[in-house]
């Protein structure tokens, strides 16, 4: 079979206009980028805020391993298919990061038969979505760094400088850096140190925003650093705030472009959900419920972490109600589960499967917990035996969850019409009774426990004394009533990532908090995880390359 470049190149794409116009969006509303993708103007999306809401529809999977999942190659398969069976349906996905892309996980375009295109665009530069949001937090990092070189007038106190910096790759070495070296002409020396893009707040209050106006809100209450006093500076009163707007004037805007099968697609923003809260923009997704019948959209890694941050940090925001979940399976990938190495998943193991199976149970029940019918999607390989597969839907039946054998990668959207009949019949017999997790009034260290011990099922968290006070500082400042966002491993419930399976019983280490006060969240980092990734002994970027027809190789 071709591989996934080769699929993508010799797609048959249609002007974005006329993807556009399926969607009921003028040509002089949409603001092209070439042929083959747009940004929808800020007046057409204006206009949309009196129309119904369509059905919303969240993929989300198992823990991930590195025999993979398919979540996103899932969300395009379903996509595809709810349309392809009649039921007018708009896909929504997050930005791929140069980081992956280049180190170990590939892009997020979907894989196979069931891509979004032009695949080449969105895994590198895209509209420059993530360029811009790069450039606007490193202004503000310019422009503190700045205002202490001229005396502090807001009284920031150097050594209280929270504010680090980013950039849209993975690279170690800029974890931990000292700034302003070489003299006072040189601004003042300060530690600071990088986190990839997708971890800047500035990307997490892009995708949260509703709207312009309330993004210049968020960024105004962006917290830079501190006076000796403890007392916050922000972004207001650095006087950065219209400079970033204008850097984003045009990233706020979602993309629009189209899957192979010529379906539309909305990709707009794009957080991990290991380290920030893993979802496309919420502009993106309301807009899509107004311009479908069904909105498929998808939240970063597994169910414990991305579907978790949609539900708690995303829907408690903006107010989106999910409809259902679709949880994504595969026979591999749950056989690691159960203790089978990588080498030896192409043989047929239905005990270790059987082992595994508890990952997946634990997501369902997670899911559950947030009011929502849920079904399990089997995406899969050419390896699965009849018995395994069988295992699997055994398992669900026994669960009372419904389950759909999925071949989309194959097949594309033809191959996930069972799925698409399941769900489209689910969302027709069953009603949400959505709830989040935690109330607004739980004090801080209440909604990181209670995440760790009724996601993660550990049976307590550790925290340091500094953290703590720390928490109740800022509860003290009046931020006690956000959400938290928690910064782990994606490999496992618990902090150790070689934990598979369904771990219990663990313990849940708190190093570190950070408060994002203009996204509207608190940030707990626990356990070994780090907010700017580093490369793989053999990364992605030695075999990418371009051809002697100038065209990109490599690619995934």
């Known amino acids: 079979m071709a591989s996934d470049i080769e699929i993508a190149r010799a797609a048959t794409k249609k002007p974005v206009t006329e993807i556009g116009a399926r969607l009921g969006i003028p040509a002089e509303d949409l603001i092209p980028y070439g042929h083959d993708k747009a940004k929808i103007s800020a007046r057409y999306l204006s206009g949309l805020a009196e129309k119904p809401n369509g059905k919303l529809i969240l993929v989300t999977a198992i823990s991930p391993t590195a025999a993979g999942e398919g979540k996103t190659t899932t969300s395009v398969g379903l996509a595809d298919a709810m349309n392809r069976i009649g039921s007018n349906t708009l896909l929504c996905l997050r930005e791929p990061s140069l980081g992956p892309c280049f180190g170990m996980k590939g892009g997020a375009a979907g894989g196979g038969y069931a891509q979004v295109v032009p695949m080449e665009d969105i895994n590198l530069h895209f509209t420059g979505d993530f360029h811009a949001i790069t450039s606007a937090h490193n202004l503000l990092a310019a422009m503190v760094s700045n ?24 690279d170690r070495n800029l974890r931990e ?59 207001a009163d650095i006087k950065a705030t219209g400079a970033l707007m204008a850097l984003l004037k045009d990233a706020i805007l979602p993309n629009l472009v189209q899957t192979l099968e010529n379906n539309p697609c909305l990709i707009h923003g794009g957080p991990f959900a290991n380290i920030a809260h893993g979802c496309n923009s919420v502009i993106a997704t309301q807009a899509a419920l107004k311009m479908a019948d069904y909105v498929v959209t998808e939240a970063g890694f597994g169910a414990d972490l991305g579907a978790e941050k949609f539900f708690d940090i995303k829907c408690r925001q903006s107010g989106l109600q999910p409809d259902a979940a679709v949880l994504v399976a595969t026979v591999k990938a749950l056989k690691m589960h159960g203790g089978v190495a990588k080498d030896a998943l192409g043989e047929e193991n239905v005990s270790a499967l059987a082992s595994g199976l508890a990952n997946l149970g634990r997501h369902i029940e997670n899911l559950q917990q947030y009011g929502l019918p849920v079904v399990v999607a089997i995406n899969h390989f050419t390896q699965d035996t009849p ?6 839907e055994a398992y669900c039946e026994t669960a009372g969850v419904p389950v759909a054998l999925c071949t989309h990668w194959a097949d594309g959207g033809r191959g996930a019409e069972a799925l698409a009949r399941i769900v489209t019949e689910t969302l027709a017999t069953q009603t949400a009774d959505f709830r989040t997790l935690y109330a607004d009034d739980l004090p801080l260290f209440d909604k990181i426990e209670t995440i760790a011990k009724r996601i993660y099922r550990a049976d307590h968290v550790e925290a340091p004394r500094a953290v703590r006070d720390q928490l109740a500082r800022w509860e003290a400042d009046g931020f006690g009533c956000l959400p938290v966002c928690i910064a782990k491993t994606q490999y496992s419930f618990s902090t150790d990532p070689a934990l598979f399976g369904a771990p219990e019983g663990h313990s849940v280490r708190l190093r570190e908090v950070r408060l994002s006060a203009g996204a509207g969240f608190i940030v707990a980092i626990c356990g070994d995880i780090m907010t700017m990734p580093g490369l793989p002994r053999h990364p992605a970027a030695e075999t990418i390359h371009l051809n002697a027809h100038g065209l990109i190789e490599g690619l995934f």
């Open 147 to 170: 205002h202490i070189h001229w005396g502090s007038p807001s009284g920031l106190d150097p050594s209280r400088v929270t504010w680090r910096r980013v950039l849209d790759m993975n």
């Open 177 to 235: 850096i000292v700034t302003g070296l070489g003299g006072p002409g040189n601004g003042a020396a300060m530690e600071s140190g990088f986190d990839i893009t997708v971890a800047s707040e500035i990307m997490a209050i892009l995708c949260l925003a509703t709207d312009a106006s309330d993004l210049e809100q968020r960024l105004d209450r962006i917290i830079v650093g501190y006076r000796r006093d403890r007392t916050a500076v922000t972004c």
């Open 387 to 392: 018995a395994e597969i069988a295992a699997i």
